[in-house]
């Protein structure tokens, strides 16, 4: 079929609307009519070729909709069910077959190599093939995905609202909540208030924290972090951080997570906890150097990365729905909406930091 999408022709250059073909949905697949789609900072970091996504391609990774048809083999949903897209697993490695599936031994290339679960390409251009992304290429009208990305939704919420919950709010939350797992009364400090950071903050009060630390750079992403649970916030350019969170908390944080892929606000995450304490890190931090003996081993700290927030999607994120229907799980405060044909603009508010988390919605009409 042909559709209109945003192609990513070559590196850090401009989303092009484009009309593209896709293929129908083969085993195991199903095809999706998209209805918005969340902007990610990992979609960037493909178009600028930060992360090793062949190009040209379609990216896109936070989709939501509703499928159209299944193809051979699926069971999990029919047509007509509203889903949101997640990343792609194998399903058959040691790590997926123990429910790890956020470090499936083949993640990378599942999500950044441009071809889908079972190798084969879905999308091209005047016979051209161009690269999926994530397995569901969600800047498209429509999108083909394995039956393992998709996670059936309640009909009665928005689905425009719902894509980001397939990333950056599940990888967030589910840091906090997953994989931390603080206790009632213990601390947490957030580094980077963007849509993880500010979603990291939301799962971390509902675990009954007795102090949630916010850093940034930006004062009206502070003040949002407090309206959202935050109890104490710091900006990074004009207080010593390390300082005052120590002095806050009385030696440090039990937890932080560190979202902002700066190397030193990395190392910050760590001085700034209490000894035995865990910093988990989600941002795309490059090289950096720190002093093991000092930041880690002479008070039994530790440094972990998290993916996706360890989080099953099909698990996950309708709890994360249910915590969103109570009132409790305010993620609709994060976001602005754009259309497909403002991808750029798009791309440029969450790049200057004057939209939280963009979403893509597709006009079908």
Do not use: W
């Amino acid at each position: 079929m042909k559709m209109k999408a945003a192609v990513t022709p070559a590196e850090s250059a401009p989303f092009e609307i484009e009309e593209v073909e896709l293929q129908e949905p083969q085993t195991n697949e199903v095809l999706i009519k998209v209805v918005a789609s969340g902007v990610c900072h990992t979609d960037a970091v493909a178009r600028d070729q930060e992360a090793p996504t062949p190009l040209p391609a379609v990216l896109g990774h936070e989709g939501s909709g509703i499928i159209e048809k299944v193809g051979p083999g699926v069971k999990s949903v029919e047509e007509g069910d509203h889903v949101v897209l997640s990343y792609v697993s194998c399903g058959q490695c040691e790590n997926c077959l123990q429910g790890n599936i956020a470090y499936c031994e083949r993640m990378t290339p599942l999500n950044f190599g441009g071809k889908m679960l079972d190798g084969s390409q879905r999308l091209s251009k005047d016979g051209e093939h161009l690269s999926s992304f994530f397995g569901q290429s969600s800047f498209g009208m429509y999108a083909v995905a394995n039956e393992r990305n998709v996670v059936k939704v309640d009909k009665d919420i928005d689905l425009a609202v719902l894509g980001p919950l397939g990333c950056g709010i599940q990888t967030g939350s589910g840091t906090v909540m997953n994989k931390l797992k603080p206790q009632f009364g213990e601390t947490i400090a957030v580094y980077g208030c963007g849509a993880v950071g500010l979603s990291a903050i939301m799962g971390a009060r509902l675990t009954g924290v007795s102090k949630i630390m916010a850093v940034d750079v930006h004062d009206s992403r502070l003040e949002l972090a407090k309206e959202l649970g935050a109890t104490h916030t710091f900006n990074g350019s004009e207080v010593d951080v390390v300082e005052e969170i120590n002095k806050e908390t009385d030696g440090g944080t039990h937890y932080a997570v560190e979202t902002t892929g700066a190397a030193k606000v990395t190392r910050q995450s760590l001085q700034a906890l209490r000894p035995m304490g865990t910093s988990a890190v989600v941002g795309m931090t490059q090289d950096m150097s720190f002093n093991v003996f000092d930041d880690v081993m002479a008070e039994g700290k530790s440094l972990s990365g998290a993916i996706e927030g360890e989080s099953i999607p099909q698990i996950f994120i309708p709890r994360l729905i249910d915590f969103y229907k109570k009132g409790k799980f305010p993620f609709d405060r994060l976001v602005k909406y754009y259309n497909l044909e403002d991808i750029n603009q798009a791309f440029d508010d969450s790049a200057n930091g004057s939209t939280v988390k963009p979403i893509v919605k597709m006009d079908h009409a």
